[in-house]
């Protein structure tokens, strides 16, 4: 099984000192869906770096005299992580911070490597001394090495890149640039926008450039390179450098290098905020369609329709408008559960799934319920969501998934277990129907993920076995990987 980083980058460039920390507070809090388990910001004023990193929820991390000892500068760059690469320990937390001689590093990076442990392996081979288990670090001596031989760091941001294979979009801040930069096959999503002060905003999504008042301005292309410097922004895509202020071309670009990408199509379906657009295309609007879809390929005879907070919810909007059938709110979900909820002891059994969904008697009692929800990857959390269904006096229960079977673990990160784990990988239809508990099930239909995405390319290996690169080899990789967390 591949090592794993679903995690959520964000920069800032001012050409004048501003409070870069606060914007950066606000944008992990947009992204805080897209990582739990640490978070980090790097300031940088008058080319000195400063930085607080920590695990726990932004709000955790970041409390009110923290971000008042951060300095104004001019750049920032911010993450937030969820990763299954090694402990959850601090020595994992990013950015990553590098001192060289040829000038200081920071980099914040989601996605997943999938040559990492062959790129990293060489690398010890060298003398190189790893202090994380992160793809991350890889990343970072790579650039740091090519940059030892090259003219400007985004020169050596080029030159590394074409060491890496999988999935990343980097955010690199040196003492006087800030650079993000995408994979050639774009595999997670990375945008730029303009607050109305001139401030450039680079972040995964495009609802944190919203949340700190900045206007998208575009996706970052696959395989392209943007460096905020004096005031400009500049894109390097392979060998072709020019200015952005240059829209038509740009376009063009766009649409040279749209039949390349190979989105994650689990950004659509279950990763992304539904009030994010990415790659033109708006993630609500894709739930909704994935929910219409599954009510044409797989109608039910219900009452009333329900989703599973919080990705669920839109796909069963689109379920219920398609096929006539009410849609009804029949969970509350406990809004203040994080990475921190403490599973219970062996003197406490309780049922996790209680602690944090709660469905509303009254709406399910005596009814034929569907409930959506975006996956099952083993089986046993929505076993158990359907019992509370039955608990709570539903007559039936027809689940429909947005997204079709969990077959293929994935290389690129997303958490998707291996296959000895995956429920779809060993059993039928019928056979998860009765493992779960419900009276019908639905899968979403993979020849027809196109019609979420816009049309644009997007890679589904998880649901095909069909992989955009070539699969790693991971052994030996265990003497610095732990076992990865249960998915659900």
Do not use: W
């Not at 923290?66 to 937030?80: D, K, W």
């Amino acid at each position: 099984m591949s090592i794993h980083e679903e995690c959520g980058v964000f920069g800032v460039y001012s050409e004048k000192e501003t409070d870069v920390a606060g914007l950066s507070y606000y944008g992990l809090y947009a992204l805080q869906h897209r990582g739990q388990e640490s978070c980090g910001i790097v300031v940088n004023k008058e080319g000195l770096f400063y930085s607080h990193k920590d695990l726990g929820l932004v709000s955790e991390v970041f409390s009110e005299p923290v971000l008042e000892g951060m300095p104004q500068g001019t750049m920032a760059v911010a993450h937030v992580r969820y990763g299954t690469t090694g402990a959850t320990n601090r020595s994992n937390t990013q950015p990553i911070e590098v001192n060289h001689q040829k000038g200081k590093m920071a980099l914040a990076h989601n996605g997943n490597l999938s040559n990492a442990y062959k790129l990293r392996s060489e690398l010890e081979m060298q003398g190189a001394i790893f202090h994380t288990t992160s793809d991350t670090e890889t990343i970072a001596y790579y650039i740091t090495r090519e940059r030892i031989r090259s003219a400007s760091i985004e020169e050596a941001v080029e030159k590394a890149m074409k060491y890496f294979e999988g999935a990343y979009s980097l955010v690199i801040m040196s003492a006087q640039k800030l650079i993000c930069a995408r994979d050639p096959l774009g595999f997670r999503p990375l945008c730029y926008g303009r607050t109305s002060d001139g401030v450039y905003v680079v972040a995964s999504e495009s609802c944190a450039l919203r949340a700190v008042g900045a206007k998208l301005i575009r996706d970052v292309n696959p395989g392209e390179i943007l460096v905020f410097y004096d005031g400009q922004v500049k894109s390097i895509q392979s060998t072709h450098i020019e200015a952005l202020n240059d829209d038509t071309a740009m376009s063009n670009i766009h649409e040279k290098y749209k039949e390349n990408k190979k989105l994650c199509v689990f950004e659509y379906i279950y990763f992304a905020r539904p009030d994010s657009i990415i790659d033109g295309v708006s993630v609500h609007a894709s739930r909704v369609r994935a929910g219409e879809i599954l009510a044409e390929e797989h109608p039910a005879d219900a009452d009333i329709v329900i989703g599973a907070p919080d990705s669920g919810l839109d796909a069963a909007l689109g379920f219920s408008g398609q096929s006539g059938i009410a849609y009804r709110m029949g969970f509350i979900k406990n809004k203040y559960i994080g990475r921190t909820f403490i599973s219970p002891t062996k003197k406490i059994r309780v049922d996790g799934v209680k602690i944090k969904l709660a469905v509303l008697d009254e709406v399910v009692r005596d009814k034929r319920v569907v409930l959506v929800d975006d996956s099952i990857v083993r089986g046993t959390t929505m076993g158990r969501v359907v019992k509370l269904l039955r608990d709570a006096g539903a007559k039936e229960v027809h689940v429909r998934i947005s997204s079709p079977p969990f077959l293929h673990p994935c290389y690129y990160g997303t958490d998707i277990d291996s296959e000895n784990n995956l429920v779809a990988c060993h059993h039928t239809i019928p056979e998860i129907c009765d493992i779960i508990g419900a009276d019908s099930l639905g899968y979403f239909p993979v020849e027809r993920l196109g019609e979420l995405t816009g049309g644009k390319g997007y890679c589904d290996a998880c649901f095909t076995g069909v992989y955009p690169t070539d699969i790693p080899d991971d052994s030996g990789k265990d003497r610095f990987e732990q076992p990865l967390k249960q998915s659900r």
